[in-house]
């Protein structure tokens, strides 16, 4: 069954550079009320501040969508892929049987906002 989750009922993981929301349970907030829909494990609504964003961290075994709606990510690695995500672009990151990468806002003024499935 699909259940609407408004977005202030979602989960949150909020520090000095990223404010996100959580669909399904992720990180520190666990729910088990909310554990994804069939494969599908991870929608986030992530913003970001100028000037930070995820360093190198690991994937494995799974399909990665990145959707920019503000601002632009730039992403790195470990396979020698590098890439600008602009609004409107779609990235996708096949982690197979291992990867890591970062995601970055190079903006020293803009933040970027962008949803990670």
Known sequence: ?????????????????????HRFSFADDYDPNHMGFRSLRV?????????????????????????VLDGVLTHQDSMG????????????????????HSEWNESKTEPVHFLQI
């Open 1 to 21: 069954m699909i259940t609407v989750r408004h977005a202030n009922e979602r989960g949150r993981s909020k520090i000095d550079w990223l404010d996100s929301r």
């Open 43 to 67: 929608i986030n609504d992530d913003h970001v501040r100028p000037s930070s964003g995820f360093g190198p961290h690991p994937h494995r075994d799974m399909e990665i969508i990145s959707y």
């Open 81 to 100: 892929n590098g890439s600008t995500i602009r609004p409107g672009e779609v990235q996708r990151m096949s982690a197979g049987t291992g990867v890591v």
